[in-house]
């Protein structure tokens, strides 16, 4: 089991950033792909970015990309999303999943077992 808490979040203007932290406890040692979701409201779950564990494959939504960042301290067991240049079409709650033994980073949600409590995102015009 990976139990995983998220903290940052929040209200944000146009064009403001913010940054998540995604902390991982559990049976962490096995290693484990980090990917960050988010849903708006009467929207699907959707893929924001993946990472998996040693960091040599990422992949970013194409609606995030050059704005967003996704990273990780494994020493910290710790992912982070950096999000810069934040857009009204962004708010949503935001989740960051786990999966262990996962050598990918998919987009599938479907694909991770473990999962924050989700924090609220919202970009105000």
């Known amino acids: 089991q990976v139990q995983l808490v998220e903290s940052g979040g929040g209200l944000v203007q146009v064009g403001g950033s913010l940054r998540f932290s995604c902390a991982a406890s559990?049976?962490?040692?096995?290693?484990?792909?980090m990917g960050w979701f988010r849903q708006a409201p009467g929207k699907e779950c959707e893929f924001v970015a993946g990472?998996?564990?040693?960091?040599?494959?990422?992949r970013y939504d194409d609606s995030v990309k050059g704005r967003f960042t996704i990273s990780r301290d494994n020493t910290k067991n710790t992912g982070y999303l950096q999000m810069n240049s934040l857009k009204p079409e962004d708010t949503a709650v935001y989740y960051c999943?786990?999966?262990?033994?996962?050598?990918?980073?998919?987009?599938?949600?479907?694909?991770?077992?473990?999962w924050g409590q989700g924090t609220q995102v919202t970009v105000s015009s």
């Open positions: 559990g049976r962490t040692g096995s290693g484990y792909a």
């Open positions: 990472l998996n564990w040693s960091g040599g494959i990422i």
């Open positions: 999943a786990a999966e262990l033994l996962y050598q990918d980073a998919g987009r599938d949600p479907g694909r991770y077992s473990y």
